[in-house]
């Protein structure tokens, strides 16, 4: 007898499978790695995912910078509160609508997440050193594609964040 075949359906469930697996694995190795080596610096993961928004897309009011970190307003809110009391982010009115305030990172700031990101970075450089230049190409393509797909499926990721995300 023979065994039943496999249906493109199957495989493709069987690859989520592993997907799930590995995704899990990695994003669980990924935050320890991320928690030790952000916390050092005196800033949290979600203080320092802040700070690189505002460096990235430059001055952001909270709403903005609360979708940016698909956090609710509120915990966004607290996340700034910590990083202005430690000098790294300055609020200022908004030019625009007096009752919105703009965000902006202080040169401080930016010196910080500069560090923290090079540091990042030279991890990075470790883990992909004993591989093939067009191999390091393809995972990051395969990672930005699986990063796009899944967005699509979390439009308003923050609705529910509670403290817990702080």
């Not at 928690?35 to 005196?42: E, F, L, W």
């Not at 594609?145 to 967005?151: D, M």
């Amino acid at each position: 007898m023979s065994p039943p075949a496999r249906t493109a359906a199957t495989d493709l469930r069987q690859d989520a499978r592993h997907l799930h697996a590995a995704v899990s694995q990695l994003v669980r190795l990924y935050q320890f790695r991320d928690r030790d080596t952000i916390c050092c610096h005196d800033i949290s993961i979600t203080q320092c995912h802040a700070l690189e928004a505002l460096v990235e897309r430059g001055v952001l009011r909270s709403q903005a910078l609360a979708d940016a970190l698909m956090l609710d307003k509120s915990t966004t809110t607290r996340v700034v509160d910590a990083l202005v009391r430690k000098g790294y982010v300055v609020r200022r009115a908004d030019p625009d609508d007096a009752r919105a305030h703009a965000l902006t990172v202080t040169a401080p700031g930016r010196r910080l997440y500069r560090r923290i990101n090079e540091e990042m970075v030279d991890q990075q450089v470790e883990i992909l050193r004993d591989l093939e230049p067009g191999v390091r190409q393809a995972a990051t393509e395969v990672i930005r594609r699986l990063t796009r797909a899944a967005q699509s499926l979390v439009p308003d990721a923050g609705a529910g964040c509670t403290s817990a995300c702080d």
